[in-house]
């Protein structure tokens, strides 16, 4: 029998069924962000922004994105996602993103076992997807140079040259690639590429009701992102890692990994 404290343990070590690593998330004051938004070249640059402050876990943004780029849509892989966060009163964790939350979180109770509300000191939602990473470890393991990014800053897969090796999935510290089993090539958020470069926000942008994502060029003063950037407490996914990712969060707690 599992008991509650086991599920636990196996929650703070599993999202969506992928081990997590402990991860420290690193602040960006807003003269320091401002100070590197200035160090950039003319050259535009995409980027992201994630308000954890207003994501109530709809999951309509991770449905969107599934139709949007044809992926499978009972297929267990998203583009993105949203996982919810359960701080315990005995400060333990749990984690879950019940099919990427493509459906919403229909449930209270985290893989089936029931928590009280008297046990939870805080929970709340946030949404990952690619970080469009400025050293991107993807491009750099492909073998077969169908991974690469683009001058403004967006990690792409070339289909017509993936082997379907895995090597830019394992080496993704954000978990953010996954195999096609479409097309039996590795897939990732483009930031719907196709999208933004024809002046349209991305899918789950639009989808989304509450204004939690935003997207534009981090180095362009007119745009929000630029604003949020360069005048708010941001924060970043496991910068120890040392890609430089591009998508900002407002209001990350912590406890996030
Ligand atoms: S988050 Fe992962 S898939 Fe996206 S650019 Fe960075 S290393 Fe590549
Ligand atoms: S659509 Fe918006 S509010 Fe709903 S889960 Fe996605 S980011 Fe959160």
Redesign the pocket.
């Known amino acids: 029998m599992v008991t509650r404290r086991d599920f636990i343990k196996a929650g703070l070590l599993t999202v969506a069924g992928m081990a997590i690593p402990i991860s420290a998330l690193e602040m960006f004051k807003p003269e320091a962000m401002a100070s590197l938004v200035r160090s950039f070249s003319e050259k535009k640059r995409w980027a992201f922004v994630v308000d954890t402050n207003k994501c109530v876990g709809c999951g309509m943004c991770a449905k969107a994105c599934k139709l949007e780029n044809e992926i499978p849509f009972d297929a267990d892989v998203q583009r993105t996602w949203v996982e919810r966060y359960i701080q315990l009163k005995d400060g333990d964790v749990v984690i879950d993103s019940p099919k990427g939350a493509r459906l919403g979180f229909t449930s209270n109770d985290p893989y089936g076992h029931e928590i009280k509300d008297e046990e939870i000191t805080k929970e709340f939602f946030v949404p990952k997807l ?4 400025e050293k ?4 750099q393991v492909c073998p077969a140079g169908a ?1 690469y ?1 683009t001058e403004d800053g967006v ?1 792409l897969v070339d289909r017509s040259w993936c082997i379907g090796c895995g090597y ?1 999935i394992t ?7 996954f195999f096609n089993p479409v097309t039996n090539t590795a897939d ?2 483009t930031f719907c590429y196709h999208r933004i470069t024809k002046g349209k926000n991305t899918a789950c942008i639009d989808a989304c009701a509450f204004g939690v994502r935003k997207i534009g060029y981090i180095n362009d003063p007119k745009s929000e992102v630029f604003k949020i950037i360069s005048t708010q407490r941001v924060a970043v996914l496991k910068p120890e890692y040392g ?1 430089e ?1 591009h998508v900002f969060y407002l209001g990350l707690d912590h406890i996030v990994r």
């Open positions: 690619c970080n469009q990473c991107p470890s993807c491009v991974t990014k990690s830019c080496n993704c510290p954000y978990y953010a690639r990732k958020c890609n990712p």
